[in-house]
C-alpha cells in the first residue's frame, strides 16, 4: 500500500475515516427525520462515492449539468435529478439517451425550458419528472411563489412526457448556522403557504426538495420539505466549518503541498495556487486567505498565483524548509475537486483509495 | 464542418485570426529585437498549439510542472524549461524520463533544490541546464541579487552534471503597460549590475530569462534580458486588454455562454460560472465583474456561482431570453483553459479545430 509520502503534489487526499463519519451522519439525520437525501455529486464528482451514499440510503443523486449525468449513470442511481434548466437540441437529446437508462428529473423555471423538454422527451417516447424551481430569496433562479408559480406549475402539467412532482429551490441566501433559525423559519413559512395554495389549485406536490450545507442539520425545521441536495457534506471544507455547519474535525478533505522556496523572508512558497485551490475566497466576509493549515494554524495562506502559494510564515515559530510538506484545508471544496484528475482516500498514513474525478470538466 | 450553433455551452472558443495574428505579432517582435522567445504553454497546455509556436521561431517551450513537461515533449520542443523548482526524488526520476527525450532546463532558487536535481542527473547520466531565479520586485521566488545569487550560481557552477546557463526572474509586478516605462528602467539597471557582476565573477551568463505579458512588446528595452517567456499573449485576456497590453480585438478566446433563466428581474443567468471561468477577478483594481460581453457591453458579469452566472442587464436595453447565448472574454484566460476539456478554434461561424487541453490537471 502507498504511503502518503510517496505522493507527488500537490494532490488532494481524503481522510475515509473522516468521511465515512460526515456520510453516516447524514445519512441517520435525514432517516430519523423522514427526509429523502439526493446528494449532489457536483462535490466529488466521483461515481463510486455516489454509490456510498446510495448504499447509505440516497434515494437518487443529483448533478448540474447532463455531462455530469451521463458520467453518473456508472453510480447505478435509479433516479438522476439534474437540478439545472437544460437548454438546446444536442443537450436534450443527450438527455434523453441518459433517460432509456435510468429515471430522470429535471428542475426548471421557466415555460419553454419545460416546453423543449417535453417536446424531446416525446419524441424519444420517455417520461421525465419536472420540479417547478422557485426562488426563496437567493435571487438566483426560480420563479416567484404564487401566480408565477402556478402558471408554471399549470404548464407542466398540461405538457405531454411531463411528469409535476413538485418544487425545488436552494437556499444559498442562508450562510451561517448562527442566523439560520430565523432565516430557516420565513423559509418554512414561505414553502408552506406556496405548496398549501399549488395543493389548494389541485396540484400534487410530492418532492419538496431544497436543503443547504450551512443548516444541513436544522432542515427539519423546515416544515414541507421533505428532500435535501446536500453536496459538501461528504468532505466539509473551511466555509462550511467557519459558517458553524461542522466542526475543524470534520473537514475530510485537504491539499497536501511542498514547500518549494523560502527566498523571500517571512513566507513559504508552496506549489499550490490557483489552479489547486481555485481562487475563491472564504465565504465568511471576515476570514482571510485561501485556506486552513490544520498543523499550523498560525500560518495563513495569503495569497496565490496559478502555481504558486505564498504562506505567511511570519507568526510561525517553527521555520519552513524547501521539501518541507503541509496540509491545508481549502475554503471550497466543490471548486478545489474540479481541478484534479484524481483525489487519494487515506487512512492514516496509508493511500487506500484512487479516485479518478470522473465528472470533471464535464461543464456541457 | 461544424457550426459555432452546433456546439453545446458552455465552450472556450478561440478565433483562429486572431490568434495567429497575436502569434505573428509576437514573433516579428521578438525576431526584430533579437529576443529569444520561450513561450509557457501553461495558457493552452495544448501540444498542438507549442508547435505552431516553434514553428513561429520560439527556441523552445516553458511548462510549470513535471506532468506538463511529460506531456509538452508531444510538442517535439528541442528544449523544455521547468520554470519552477523540482522538488522530491518521485518527480525528479519522471523529470530524468524527459530528459532522455529532450534537453531540460530548470530554474531555481535554493541550494538543497541544486543539489537534489544534481544528484538526480548524475544518477540518469543525463545533464541538466539551470537558470538561477532571482526577485525582480514580485517577491514571490528568486534570491536577491548580490551575495545570495553569487553563491547560488556557484553552488550551480560547482555540482556535477548541472550546466549553470543565467538568470530567469518573473516581473509579475509590472502589471501595466501605463506606468512599465519607470519600472522597466528600474528592472533594466538591477538585471545590468547583477549580470556584469556575475560576469566579473567569472561565470558564463548566456541567458537571461525574463518577461511579462503586460510589458510584453517593451522587452527590448530592458538591456541585458534576452528570452522572454510571455504564456498569454496567444489568446490574451480582459486582464491583458485593461492592462493596455493589446486591444480589445486582440482577445482571441472568450467563453460561448447560454441564457438559462431569466426569473429574476433584471437579471440573465448564463451556463458559465466559476466551474468554467475561474473565479479569478480582474487584476486591474478598479474594474469590476468576471468577464466582458464584446456584444453588450453594458451587460455585467456581475457574481458567479459553480454553474451560474449572474449578469446584470439592468443597463441592456435589449432583452435576454431563455436559449439566447452571449460570448464572454474572461478576467484571466490560463486558469479558464485550465477548467475545460477541450477548446474549440473557430474562423467566422466555423468550427475548424477542436483541441484536447492535454495538461490540463498535470499539477504534479
Redesign the interface.
Known amino acids: 500500500m502507498m504511503h502518503i509520502e510517496?505522493l507527488?503534489?500537490?494532490?488532494l487526499i481524503v481522510d475515509l475515516d473522516i468521511m465515512d463519519r460526515n456520510l453516516a451522519r447524514v445519512a441517520e439525520y435525514t432517516a430519523r427525520h423522514g427526509l429523502r437525501l439526493r446528494p449532489h455529486t457536483?462535490t466529488h464528482k466521483i461515481p463510486a462515492l455516489a454509490r456510498r451514499q446510495l448504499e447509505l440510503g440516497a434515494i437518487g443523486v443529483t448533478v448540474?449539468?447532463v455531462g455530469e449525468a451521463e458520467v453518473m449513470l456508472e453510480s447505478g442511481s435509479p433516479d438522476l435529478l439534474v437540478a439545472?434548466?437544460v437548454?438546446?437540441q444536442?443537450?436534450l437529446d443527450r438527455l434523453m439517451a441518459v433517460a432509456e437508462r435510468t429515471q430522470v428529473t429535471v428542475s426548471l423555471?421557466?415555460e419553454?425550458?419545460a416546453r423543449e423538454l417535453s417536446q424531446a422527451a416525446r419524441t424519444a417516447g420517455t417520461t421525465i419528472g419536472v420540479l417547478a424551481?422557485i426562488?426563496v430569496g437567493l435571487?438566483?433562479?426560480?420563479?416567484?411563489t404564487g401566480p408565477?408559480l402556478s402558471n408554471l406549475a399549470s404548464e407542466i402539467s398540461r405538457l405531454p412526457n411531463l411528469c409535476f412532482q413538485g418544487v425545488a429551490f436552494y437556499p444559498?441566501h442562508i450562510k451561517s448556522a448562527g442566523h439560520a433559525d430565523t432565516a430557516l423559519q420565513a423559509l418554512s413559512d414561505k414553502l408552506d403557504s406556496a405548496v398549501s395554495e399549488l395543493e389548494q389549485q389541485g396540484f400534487e406536490v410530492s418532492v419538496v426538495s431544497g436543503g443547504s450545507t450551512p443548516a444541513l442539520f436544522r432542515s427539519h425545521l423546515v416544515r414541507r420539505m421533505n428532500e435535501i441536495r446536500p453536496g459538501t457534506y461528504i468532505f466539509n471544507d473551511r466555509n462550511t466549518w467557519l459558517s458553524g455547519a461542522c466542526e475543524l474535525s470534520d473537514c475530510a478533505a485537504s491539499i497536501l503541498a511542498?514547500?518549494?522556496?523560502?527566498?523571500?523572508k517571512g513566507?513559504a512558497?508552496i506549489?499550490a495556487g490557483?489552479?489547486?485551490f481555485?481562487?475563491?475566497?472564504c465565504s465568511q466576509e471576515d476570514a482571510q486567505g485561501f485556506g486552513y493549515f490544520p498543523d499550523a494554524p498560525d500560518a495563513e495562506l495569503a495569497k496565490m498565483?496559478?502555481?504558486?502559494g505564498?504562506v505567511n510564515v511570519a507568526a510561525v515559530v517553527k521555520g519552513w524548509?524547501?521539501?518541507d510538506r503541509a496540509r491545508i484545508i481549502p475554503n471550497h471544496i466543490?471548486?478545489a475537486v474540479?481541478?484534479?484528475?484524481r483525489i487519494y482516500g487515506v487512512r492514516g498514513e496509508h493511500v487506500e483509495e484512487i479516485w479518478e474525478v470522473k465528472a470533471?470538466?464535464?461543464?456541457?
Not at 474540479?338 to 484528475?341: D, I, S, Y
Open positions: 510517496e507527488d503534489t500537490p494532490a457536483k448540474a449539468k439545472y434548466p437548454i438546446g444536442r443537450k423555471d421557466s419553454v425550458t424551481e426562488d435571487g438566483r433562479v426560480g420563479v416567484e408565477r444559498g511542498t514547500v518549494v522556496s523560502t527566498a523571500v513566507q512558497i506549489d490557483s489552479k489547486t481555485s481562487s475563491d475566497r498565483n496559478e502555481e504558486h505564498f524548509r524547501v521539501g466543490c471548486v474540479n481541478l484534479h484528475e470533471r470538466g464535464k461543464l456541457q
